[in-house]
T-cell receptor
């Protein structure tokens, strides 16, 4: 089974620029998550999708972050404009009700300078 | 979701058992104990989960106390590749996976 694919692997941008991350979940996984992991901390959930609908986006800074999941498959997470404190690893995960664990991708490491 | 408490770090010798403790004194009756690990520069990886009974799979064993207020993840024969951050998470069936800081396990040669 192919894993969760994320791209790019690394990204460096200047503050106030915009950036987008892409995630392709495991085939058939209806639920998709975006997490933010700041250095030295555990991952923090930003948004959860069920198929193409948002289930939970309570921790998403909506003034600058947006996410979509078109056709209930791939997803993109966008930051516009980026701030220095957005420097982190952005992790995508997917799950299905028949499997207990979440499967995570390797993440995108964002550095804002 | 109930919170968990883990020591910040521990180490063990390669080939020996690694016993990682976790306290979850406020766990509810319908909440599971999950363990994930995160190797450097990778995403978290699911290890095992349990409700009441002890569980074992190809990666590890999970021992949950009778009162469910604490648990121990056991890696029976630790290798250098087991060096990672291990997260103990309490989660209900329909709730989200919430990570703490975890415990850093260092396996020494």
């Amino acid at each position: 089974e192919a894993g969760v694919a994320q791209s790019p692997r690394y990204k460096i941008i200047e503050k106030r620029q915009s950036v987008a991350f892409w995630c392709n979940p495991i085939s058939g996984h209806a639920t998709l998550y975006w997490y933010q992991q700041i250095l030295g901390q555990g991952p923090k959930l930003l948004i959860q999708f069920q198929n193409n609908g948002v289930v939970d986006d309570s921790q998403l800074p909506k003034d600058r972050f947006s996410a979509e999941r078109l056709k209930g498959v791939d997803s993109t997470l966008k930051i516009q404009p980026a701030k220095l404190e957005d420097s982190a690893v952005y992790l995508c995960a997917s799950s299905t009700w028949t499997v207990y664990g979440y499967t995570f991708g390797s993440g995108t490491r964002l550095t804002v300078v | 979701d109930a919170k968990t408490t883990q020591p910040p770090s521990m180490d063990c010798a390669e080939g020996r058992a690694a016993n990682l403790p976790c306290n979850h004194s406020t766990i509810s009756g319908n909440e599971y104990v999950y363990w994930y690990r995160q190797i450097h520069s990778q995403g978290p990886q699911y290890i095992i989960h349990g409700l009441k009974n002890n569980e074992t799979n190809e990666m590890a064993s999970l021992i949950i106390t009778e009162d469910r207020k604490s648990s121990t993840l056991i890696l029976p024969h630790a290798t250098l590749r087991d060096t990672a951050v291990y997260y103990c998470i309490v989660k209900g069936a329909n709730s989200k996976l919430t990570f703490g800081k975890g415990i850093t396990l260092s396996v020494r040669p």
